[in-house]
């Protein structure tokens, strides 16, 4: 349950009509949902998926580092 741990990023895109949530120290990991809670409820299993397939191809996987360090 680590991947809990991660810094997350929610925000409204009027391009895409959703929230979108982003998780800056795992590249590409983001999903998006009609509502704020949709949004979190797929980045959490995003992120799980995203630990999951580096484990398997042997990627480092970041430690969360527990606040914004891209601001």
Not at 2 to 28: C, F, Q, R, T
Not at 37 to 42: L, R
Request: aromatic share 12%.
């Amino acid at each position: 349950m680590n991947y809990i741990k991660y810094e997350m990023v929610v925000y409204w895109s009027e391009d895409d009509d959703a929230y979108i949530a982003e998780v800056p120290e795992l590249p590409g990991c983001m999903a998006d949902g009609r509502t704020y809670e949709e949004a979190i409820k797929n980045i959490l299993t995003v992120i799980k998926e995203w630990i999951e397939t580096a484990m398997e191809l042997g990627w480092e996987i970041p430690k969360p580092r527990g606040r914004l360090i891209y601001a």
